[in-house]
């Protein structure tokens, strides 16, 4: 039998544990969250009447705070059509309110992360504006952002310098490249973007301007966006817009998917199009399956791909598939 006053004394212990286990719980998740996406796909070319199976993505995350002030961000691409890529590696310090400074490799502030991040795209392939106008999404550099208000509407503007040498090439240059972009509105609601885009270059030495308007909410979303780039050396101008909608629907009793989500898009892309006209338009199908109650996350994606290529692409000389009609069938894991 444990006596009063030692039963106290235990009790004391016991609460004493209990609180400082919870702070070193509470510090670790702030310090160290994790993240994780996983995309797996067939594919069949009608055209050509060939397929084939890939990981497309598998992408491994951390992130956190060392201080408020203070955090980081390190991902991983497992494999990226078979290749292992280091992607985020960077720090941002928060000298003062609302802004933000980040130094390290980190994505370039030109696309919306529903056109780039695996977890958030709406269908199986980029569009035009995010696959073929800019050589990667990342570099190495600094960037720095500034939040403030325009009434109770969110604004930021940021700016950027960067290497102009792609991921994982610290090289030494004398013409850095760099960003500059204005935001108003946030990710609920309306949201609008202009954005230019400065990369030096012996072959990729181009002047890229950008617009882009959202209108979102928790389950659906309507996106359009123009990108123009001008090639210096050889007067080459890329021109592509697209437009893309989705909507979430709930549904009960289908066993393990809890939402059905079709989605539409056009897209086009050309090369001097005042002269040549448009060179490719894509009308692109989708029907996803969610596992989640939470919209637009896990899920199973069926999805046709219609090309319409009107003028030589050179961007699709690469393989005879990549410009031929699609059905894809797409898994998406988001953890």
Same mark, same amino acid.
């Given at each position: ?10 009790? $004391?212990?016991?609460?004493? +544990? ?42 491994? @995350?951390?992130?956190?705070? $060392? ?8 991902? !991983?691409?497992?494999?990226?059509? @078979? ?7 960077? +720090? ?5 309110? #609302?802004?933000?400074?980040?130094? @390290? ?19 199986? #392939? ?9 050589? @990667?999404?990342?570099?190495?550099? !600094? ?11 969110? +604004?930021? !503007?940021?700016?950027? %310098? ?9 090289? /030494?240059?004398?013409?850095?490249? /760099? ?13 609008? %973007? ?16 950008? %617009? ?43 066993? $393990?998917?809890?939402? !059905?989500?079709?989605?539409?898009? /056009? ?5 001097? $199009? ?62």
């Amino acid at each position: 039998m444990i006596k009063p006053g030692l039963r106290t004394y235990l009790t $004391i212990i016991a609460l004493s +544990a209990s609180g400082m286990l919870s702070a070193f719980r509470a510090d670790t998740t702030k310090l160290i969250k994790f993240d994780g996406s996983l995309k797996t796909r067939f594919e069949y070319a009608t055209e050509t009447n060939m397929s084939r199976f890939t990981v497309r993505n598998s992408r491994m @995350g951390l992130s956190g705070n $060392i201080i408020d002030e203070i955090s980081y961000r390190a991902q !991983i691409e497992l494999s990226n059509e @078979g290749k292992f890529e280091v992607l985020d590696m960077y +720090a941002s310090i928060k000298p003062v309110k #609302n802004l933000y400074v980040s130094l @390290g490799q980190m994505q370039i502030p030109i696309y919306n992360s529903s056109q780039t991040a695996p977890a958030q795209m709406l269908f199986a #392939n980029r569009t035009f504006l995010a696959k073929y106008f800019v050589p @990667g999404t990342r570099d190495i550099g !600094i960037l720095a952002q500034y939040d403030f208000k325009i009434g109770d509407i969110p +604004a930021e !503007i940021d700016a950027g %310098a960067f290497n102009a040498s792609l991921i994982n090439k610290p090289v /030494w240059t004398n013409t850095l490249s /760099w960003s500059l972009r204005a935001i108003a509105g946030g990710m609920k609601g309306m949201r609008g %973007a202009v954005k230019v885009y400065r990369y030096p270059g012996l072959e990729t030495d181009f002047f890229l301007w950008g %617009a882009d308007l959202r209108y979102g909410g928790e389950r659906f979303k309507i996106e359009a966006e123009v990108l123009d780039r001008r090639t210096l050396y050889n007067n080459d101008d890329l021109f592509a817009t697209c437009l893309q909608g989705a909507y979430s629907f709930p549904v009960k009793n289908a066993g $393990i998917f809890k939402d !059905i989500t079709p989605a539409i898009r /056009w897209d086009m892309m050309g090369h001097n $199009i005042r002269e040549n006209g448009i060179g490719v338009n894509r009308l692109t199908a989708g029907l996803s399956f969610g596992f989640t109650a939470k919209p637009f996350t896990s899920l199973l994606r069926l999805e046709y791909e219609e090309y319409l290529v009107d003028d030589f692409i050179p961007e699709f000389t690469r393989y005879d598939e990549i410009d031929s009609n699609k059905i894809t069938v797409e898994l998406i894991i988001i953890f």
